[in-house]
């Protein structure tokens, strides 16, 4: 199954980096072997900002740019855990130690509550050309912004033709 889901440009940054080989969800969004899409979302500026200065870098070096589907990954193995196992588990590898610090956990309990899934991400990819907003809406008519989950399963045929295009779209393997 393909989805397109929405991600903060920091934790996009941190994928393509290899700095970060989890993505944590509220619910069992995807299954193991599945692609995921990602929708480079806005975000906070100054945890992307604070975060590449963390990383030795400025803003101008940003391998993703706001407002595109810039590559995606493979899901790999899937956990589902409670708070404390699942901040053990995934604070080096959630980029949640790295753009939060020691307010990590936190962020994560205010996010998921009581239990989560960590999604292993396997074979990052980053298209050689993202699709930008404008694309979207010239090729499908609609208006993308903010926090999307789109999939194939959908019976919109606009959704089916973009994740179609997608697959079809040059990536290179990180």
Do not use: C
């Not at 959704?159 to 997608?166: E, N, T």
């Amino acid at each position: 199954m393909e989805h397109v889901i929405a991600l903060h440009q920091v934790y996009a940054e941190l994928i393509f980096r290899g700095l970060k080989s989890v993505e944590i969800r509220k619910r069992k969004a995807f299954s193991e072997g599945d692609t995921v899409f990602l929708y480079v979302a806005r975000g906070n500026p100054y945890e992307l900002r604070d975060t590449l200065r963390r990383l030795g870098l400025h803003e101008e070096q940003t391998l993703t740019q706001r407002g595109t589907i810039a590559g995606g990954f493979e899901v790999g193995e899937i956990i589902k855990a409670d708070l404390d196992t699942l901040w053990e588990m995934t604070k080096e590898t959630s980029g949640l130690a790295l753009v939060h610090g020691e307010n990590g956990k936190r962020w994560l309990g205010e996010y998921i509550r009581e239990y989560g899934y960590a999604f292993t991400i396997e074979r990052p990819f980053l298209f050689k050309t993202p699709m930008s907003r404008e694309e979207m809406r010239e090729r499908y008519g609609v208006h993308i912004e903010g926090i999307i989950h789109l999939s194939r399963k959908t019976r919109k045929p606009w959704v089916k033709a973009l994740i179609g295009d997608l697959l079809a779209r040059e990536a290179v393997y990180l």
